[in-house]
């Protein structure tokens, strides 16, 4: 991976009552070129179980075959290495080109469909694409139709899970589009669905954009880097312990794209209080973030780290005894500029109403000044209860 993004910190302070989640708020721009070039993967891609089905049951020598790469997998779906490409983990964005080719043929049907090259676009919002060669030669020849990478399935996309750098996709949803429908010669409406798709890719050995790599070109410390400084970023918080405890459903919160003079938006993950102690008496979750940093010095003061906090008692599903309630209450809101450069309450349980389990949260926005120079930043924020 070309960048780091840094930062993920947490802390689990034992003993007494006062527990605290760090969390790392991480900017980074396009400059800091997270984009890296694919050098592994697969894809894994059944097209559509019914056709397999189908073609299966005919007379071809072998119905379905796989070469230039490509392998069947025990499920009968197709693996596609890795060819090349691009993705950026912190974006979620991919165009990643996989090979190898499948060839499903009927000659009793007198058809022969080959399918190759996969390439999986991810757009970053929730859409995406397959395109693919697809050729179909059927009776006998006088019906060719011959697709190179075009656009055969509309992807439903999700943020990739991202271990080590890699990034991979599960189960997306395809659903064929028009040419694709028209390389099955019209035996399937645009908008059939598709088998679900998987995919990987890692980076290649040797990355261009390593940003610790001289002659990366998108050093953001390079002068000749023009740079559009936008931001993403990365929140995680895991804790636990205790009798009065404090856990993290999630370990990352990507903000929205921002550029200077602008606001990344995002929510914390959702922490959970429990208190099991038995006592009833309150407790208060308090956080504060230190000053954005980045490499070279360039700051945003903590103060512009605003908040929304909400909260919510969770329901265990089990009926409280006579006389017992549990209630909570969302820290009021803090704005950019004021904000969590001093400690602010997220949320609160008074005393005699406190026993069992609350869910708090916030909508975050980090107001970037105008002035904020591009580059990665990053602060903790701690999350102490008592
Ligand atoms: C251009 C040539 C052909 C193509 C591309 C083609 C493609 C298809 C496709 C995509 C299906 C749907 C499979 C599914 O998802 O359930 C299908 C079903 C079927 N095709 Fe073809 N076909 C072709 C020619 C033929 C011919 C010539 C025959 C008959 C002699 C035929 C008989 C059938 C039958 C009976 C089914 C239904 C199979 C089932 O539901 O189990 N096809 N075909």
């Known amino acids: 991976m070309g960048t780091s993004h840094g930062s993920y910190r947490a802390a689990l302070w034992a003993g007494a009552l006062a527990l605290g989640a760090a969390t790392a708020l991480v900017g980074t721009s396009p400059a800091m070129a997270?984009?890296?070039?694919?050098?592994?993967?697969?894809?894994?891609w059944?097209?559509?179980?019914s056709f397999r089905a189908y073609v299966a049951t005919g007379n071809g020598t072998p119905p379905i075959a796989t070469k230039d790469g490509a392998t069947r997998?025990?499920?009968g779906t197709f693996d596609f290495p890795a060819a090349g490409g691009t993705y950026d983990a912190t974006a979620g964005t991919a165009t990643v080109n996989y090979g190898g080719t499948v060839v499903f043929s009927y000659p009793l049907h007198m058809f022969e469909?080959?399918?190759a090259n996969p390439t999986l676009v991810v757009d970053g919002d929730g859409t995406g694409s397959l395109l693919a060669d697809v050729d179909l030669v059927a009776n006998g020849g006088s019906t060719e139709q011959h697709?190179?990478?075009a656009e055969i399935a509309t992807v439903v996309t999700t943020a990739p899970t991202v271990t080590d750098g890699a990034v991979s996709f599960s189960n997306l949803?395809?659903?064929l589009t028009s040419a694709g429908a028209g390389a099955f010669a019209g035996f399937y409406a645009a908008g059939s669905a598709l088998d679900p798709i998987t995919a990987?890719?890692?980076?290649?050995?040797?990355?261009?954009?390593?940003?610790?790599?001289?002659?990366?070109?998108?050093?953001?410390?390079d002068p000749a880097d023009p740079g559009n400084g936008s931001a993403s970023q990365k929140i995680t918080a895991a804790v636990t312990g205790g009798a009065l405890t404090l856990t993290s459903a999630g370990s990352a919160v990507p903000l929205s794209a921002a550029t200077p003079g602008q606001t990344a938006t995002g929510n914390l993950n959702a922490v959970t209080v429990s208190d099991l102690r038995g006592t009833n008496s309150g407790w208060d979750?308090?956080?504060?973030?230190?000053?954005?940093?980045?490499t070279g010095g360039a700051t945003i003061p903590a103060a512009n780290l605003g908040w929304t906090p909400t909260a919510a008692v969770a329901n265990s599903g089990l009926v409280n005894a006579k006389g017992v309630t549990s209630a909570v209450a969302p820290g009021g809101p803090v704005a950019p500029g004021t904000g969590l450069g001093a400690s602010h309450t997220l949320c609160k349980a008074e005393t005699g109403s406190s026993l069992g389990s609350s869910t708090c949260g916030a909508a975050l926005s980090l107001g970037i000044p105008e002035s904020s120079t591009a580059g990665e930043y990053s602060a903790v924020l701690t999350l102490t209860l008592a």
């Open 34 to 44: 997270a984009t890296v070039q694919v050098g592994g993967g697969s894809l894994d």
């Open 46 to 49: 059944g097209f559509k179980a």
């Open 73 to 75: 997998n025990a499920d």
């Open 113 to 115: 469909i080959t399918l």
């Open 147 to 149: 697709l190179d990478q």
């Open 173 to 175: 949803a395809s659903t």
């Open 200 to 221: 990987s890719a890692s980076a290649s050995a040797t990355d261009p954009t390593d940003p610790t790599d001289p002659t990366d070109p998108t050093d953001p410390t």
């Open 285 to 294: 979750l308090v956080g504060q973030v230190t000053d954005f940093t980045a």
